[in-house]
């Protein structure tokens, strides 16, 4: 969805002249061609100093985009705090923009992750422990509806060089676009889960309603591969009942590391078919520091 924006407000591990902590709100689109600050301090950081500060935002970004129709806005805006929820909510309201909880934030994710590392630390008002990384607390795992479970599923790759022509591909849902992949070498290898269903649409058209963030591997109580979306969701994709079975998500995981925790799913109807049901690159949130 490239319409849509991404943005991050909370504290960060800086304070003003007073001692007081700075509030900072982060906007930016799925490619960072658009990106937007604005400090604020503790007692401003409410809905209504929220809603100000992106109606500026999206005066700078009509005025990127050359136009000065107010019409003109984003088809939703993604958050992943989950405290954030309400401040969030009820500016994106004020504004008629959805508001969407998501870890669907991956260019959001490496720009915070820059800041951390590059600007913050050159403010005179640093101290690091104000501010640090946010968790994702997992919820527990549920089942796919029994109408939509996947035939099969497989362990495939790509090279991240393939998906410069991602946008010829023929997909019916999903999003195979992430800002970064192209600092990733050409020849990187991307790991992906193929999920083959004679149901493919159906269940590609449920999944591009949930937001997906990653596919991991869950080892406790049983080994299984989970499709993490939303803010905290887990889908239970597939459990692992086989030493071989284990030995391939274990693969995927490597490769998973190995290109920077970028990774995709799909779904097609049989493994030869031509065109996807559904497609989405994924990115495992990873904040440090």
Not at 85 to 103: F, K, M
Not at 180 to 185: G, H, K, Q, V, Y
Not at 264 to 272: E, G
Request: proline content about 9%; overall charge negative; glycine content about 4%.
């Amino acid at each position: 969805m490239p319409n849509a924006w991404e943005i991050d407000f909370y504290s960060r591990p800086i304070t003003d002249e007073r001692q007081k902590k700075l509030w900072e709100l982060l906007v930016c689109d799925p490619q960072r061609r658009f990106e937007f600050t604005k400090y604020c301090v503790g007692a401003e950081a409410n809905a209504r100093w929220l809603q100000t500060a992106l109606t500026e935002a999206l005066e700078f970004w009509r005025s990127q985009l050359g136009t000065e129709q107010e019409t003109t806005v984003p088809e939703r805006i993604r958050f992943f705090r989950r405290p954030m929820a309400n401040i969030i909510t009820r500016a994106c309201d004020a504004l008629t923009i959805p508001a969407q909880p998501s870890r669907r934030t991956f260019a959001l994710y490496q720009w915070l992750q820059e800041r951390h590392e590059q600007v913050y630390p050159q403010h005179p008002g640093f101290q690091p422990l104000l501010a640090p990384p946010p968790t994702f607390e997992p919820t527990p795992m549920q089942p796919l509806p029994d109408a939509l479970v996947g035939q099969g599923w497989r362990v495939v790759t790509l090279q991240a060089q393939d998906f410069a022509e991602s946008q010829d591909w023929e997909i019916a849902f999903g999003d195979p676009l992430i800002w970064n992949l192209a600092s990733l070498p050409p020849d990187r290898v991307i790991p992906g889960v193929l999920i083959v269903s004679p149901r493919a649409v159906p269940l590609a058209g449920w999944l591009s309603g949930l937001e997906l963030a990653c596919l991991s591997l869950v080892r406790d109580p049983q080994a299984s591969l989970v499709l993490e979306a939303g803010l905290s969701d887990r889908w239970l994709l597939a459990p692992l009942k086989t030493a071989q079975t284990i030995a391939e998500i274990e693969s995927f995981e490597k490769a998973k590391q190995a290109a920077g925790k970028v990774h995709f799913l799909a779904v097609q109807t049989d493994a030869n078919a031509d065109s996807f049901a559904g497609f989405w690159i994924l990115q495992e949130p990873s904040l440090e520091w």
